[in-house]
């Protein structure tokens, strides 16, 4: 953009009578996915007006349109890609990316990040080298990562008012755990004289094998040592595919007695979990730092949530996994126009939600949005690019200013934070102050638990066969689990499954693997 200004101005030296006009805008169109629920917006804004939108088009006037905006885009998505009708930009999963590259829809991004990124964005290119190897195909980047930070992992959330009124102790070992859960479903932990409670929620979608999200139940599956959904190496070496694994059948076995036994949710497969948490109907779930239904549920009946790194084993150990570096993938259609405009968004985008601009009216734009609790995922494309460590800082930030008051060294965006959290103390109905207190004093720093046990995953890519029969074996074990948990089916139909699993595709997927993995050391 400067060569080109550069040249213009050189133009209307040599060129007499030559004006120089204004750049015209440009319009990126993009398939957007946004759940409506628990957002906040301010007064007389909207998805395509609010801040982030005016600082990208004030900064190098693009504006974002949406040709779709759902709560879940996944299949939109591959119905665009199936049509050829995709818009600039989508949001993809890794399959929709891997079929995107294969139908030879997308631009390559490569000479166009190099010469348009902002600093933020090189930063994060720079912290996160495999998620970019990801978003890679043939030496040339394809896509821009959905970056993953590190400590985004479940733990425990129990309602420590619901623990006083029942005279329980805050939980620790998975025992303690569903003592609780049992408790908090029997013995009517509200006092509202109703049987109206539950013990564990679980996720419908997703009952093990999801980094980062609320109610599944990798903190119990990883304590038996399962790890389903990850490709990890075992001692010699050997990669193995988590969900096919005795400990995973353990896991499943143990999930189901819960079930059984009335802990874990006889309804949770046909109900809204976060709809319980928020309405004072659930005491104790499974989830990450930044658990959605937090802020909800304290203005709902100012619920008192504390985190637990639990369940822990005898050495006093909480066994969990880090995450795949990218989890989604920023596409860029090849008939877009302006794909430098795309890379402007992005990086305005950042330079404005990180306190960057150097501006002290949006620095108190951003500082504005920090205290009303909107959403980032407002910013017209939704992609996470975070530094690797950003959990783990915040929560040691926090501490730092929330318990001596002193903010040396601190970012400010942290420190908008802790703003809020004392606007919080001087008014008790400013929520995300709560919630910067719950989630990152507490929640961060329980993240960063000093015993934390961690498997790594080795690969998160798509093999040749993957291409073909991924689909298939997924949507088998996800029904699978899901009928051993609801005992429609024994434990036996695991042994089907892992054996069906092999001979459908499984078995050459992970060989397929193996060699990825070995090419790598």
């Not at 029942?166 to 479903?185: H, N, Y």
Request: charged share 25%; aromatic share 12%; hydrophobic share 40%.
């Amino acid at each position: 953009m400067r060569r080109f200004v550069a040249l213009i101005l050189v133009l209307l030296l040599v060129l007499p009578g030559v004006v120089l006009a204004e750049s015209e805008e440009i319009v990126i169109t993009y398939g957007k996915e946004f759940d409506f629920d628990g957002k906040t917006f301010l007064d007389g804004q909207d998805l395509e007006n609010n801040y982030y939108t005016d600082y990208v088009y004030e900064q190098h006037k693009v504006r974002v349109k949406y040709e779709w905006v759902l709560d879940d885009d996944a299949q939109k998505d591959s119905l665009a890609v199936i049509n050829g009708a995709m818009p600039d930009v989508m949001l993809v999963d890794l399959t929709t990316f891997n079929m995107l590259v294969t139908s030879d829809m997308l631009a390559p991004l490569t000479s166009v990040f190099e010469e348009h990124a902002n600093q933020y964005l090189q930063d994060a290119k720079a912290t996160y080298p495999e998620a970019f190897d990801a978003a890679t195909v043939g030496g040339e980047l394809m896509a821009i990562p959905n970056t993953v930070p590190k400590k985004q992992h479940a733990y425990t959330w129990v309602r420590k008012d619901w623990l006083d009124n029942l005279g329980l102790e805050v939980p620790k070992t998975l025992e303690d755990i569903v003592a609780v859960a049992k408790a908090f479903a029997e013995q009517d932990p509200d006092g509202n004289g109703k049987a109206d409670t539950i013990g564990l929620p679980l996720n419908a979608d997703y009952i093990l094998g999801k980094y980062g999200t609320d109610y599944v139940a990798d903190p119990i599956a990883n304590l038996f040592g399962s790890y389903a959904r990850t490709w990890y190496a075992q001692e010699d070496g050997t990669v193995i595919y988590g969900s096919i694994t005795n400990e995973t059948r353990e896991a499943l076995e143990y999930l189901a007695q819960l079930y059984a036994d009335g802990i874990i949710d006889p309804q949770f497969a046909v109900r809204d979990q976060g709809e319980l948490v928020i309405s004072g109907k659930c005491g104790i779930f499974f989830g990450p730092w930044c658990a959605g239904p937090l802020r909800q549920s304290y203005g709902y009946d100012q619920a008192e949530w504390i985190p637990v790194a639990a369940p822990l084993d005898e050495e006093g150990n909480f066994y969990t996994t880090s995450p795949v570096p990218a989890s989604a993938y920023l596409v860029v259609s090849k008939d877009c126009k302006h794909p430098e405009a795309v890379i402007w968004a992005l990086g305005d985008s950042y330079e404005f939600h990180r306190y960057l601009t150097g501006d002290e009216a949006w620095t108190a734009k951003m500082n504005e949005y920090n205290t009303a609790g909107v959403s980032w995922t407002i910013m017209p494309f939704e992609l996470q690019l975070e530094a690797e460590d950003i959990v783990a800082v915040r929560g040691k930030d926090m501490v730092q200013m929330i318990d001596t008051g002193d903010r040396t060294g601190v970012s400010i965006q942290n420190q908008s934070f802790y703003d809020a959290y004392l606007a919080f103390l001087d008014d008790p109905s400013s929520l995300t102050g709560w919630v910067r207190y719950v989630g990152m004093y507490l929640g961060c720093n329980v993240a960063n638990y000093e015993k934390n046990v961690y498997t790594a995953p080795v690969f998160w890519g798509t093999t040749e066969t993957m291409e073909d029969y991924w689909t298939n074996l997924t949507s088998m074990e996800d029904e699978v689990f899901m009928k051993i948990v609801m005992n429609e089916v024994g434990i036996e139909a695991f042994d089907q499954f892992v054996q069906d699993w092999k001979a459908q595709g499984g078995d050459i997927i992970t060989g397929e693997v193996q060699e990825y993995v070995d090419s790598r050391k």
